[in-house]
């Protein structure tokens, strides 16, 4: 059974850092690119960053471009997100998600894997 387990999240004011980690388990994804996403209540879920597997290039929405930066290790079936200056606007539900296809991370449509999500929440 293939499974995305994500850590990190918490409650932290404006302007502070927090580290996000995502473990995959049930089979190697380190061929596979992996990424985030974010949902706000009572908005739709947003596309946060990706990372290839190969080339290691990184990908990133706009909101978040300068402030988060996205990184894996292979070896550990792991993707890490640093999330620094963050906003209020930033607090979310952040989901891991994991799909051969790097068009479907970046787009959030026919995603194959996803995570149960973890809360951040940046206070003013």
């Known amino acids: 059974q293939v499974q995305l387990v994500e850590s990190g999240g918490g409650l932290v004011q404006a302007g502070g850092s927090l580290r996000l980690s995502c473990t995959a388990s049930?089979?190697?994804?380190?061929?596979?690119?992996m990424g985030w996403f974010r949902q706000a209540p009572g908005k739709e879920r947003e596309f946060v960053a990706a990372?290839?597997?190969?080339?290691?290039?990184?990908y990133y929405g706009d909101s978040v471009k300068g402030r988060f930066t996205i990184s894996r290790a292979n070896a550990k079936n792991t993707v890490l997100l640093q999330m620094s200056s963050l906003k209020p606007e930033d607090t979310a539900v952040y989901y891991c998600a994991a799909d051969p296809r790097l068009s479907a991370l970046i787009t959030g449509q026919g995603v194959d894997y996803w995570g149960q999500g973890t809360q951040v929440t940046v206070s003013s």
């Open positions: 990372i290839s597997w190969s080339t290691g290039t990184t």
């Open positions: 049930g089979r190697t994804f380190s061929r596979h690119p």
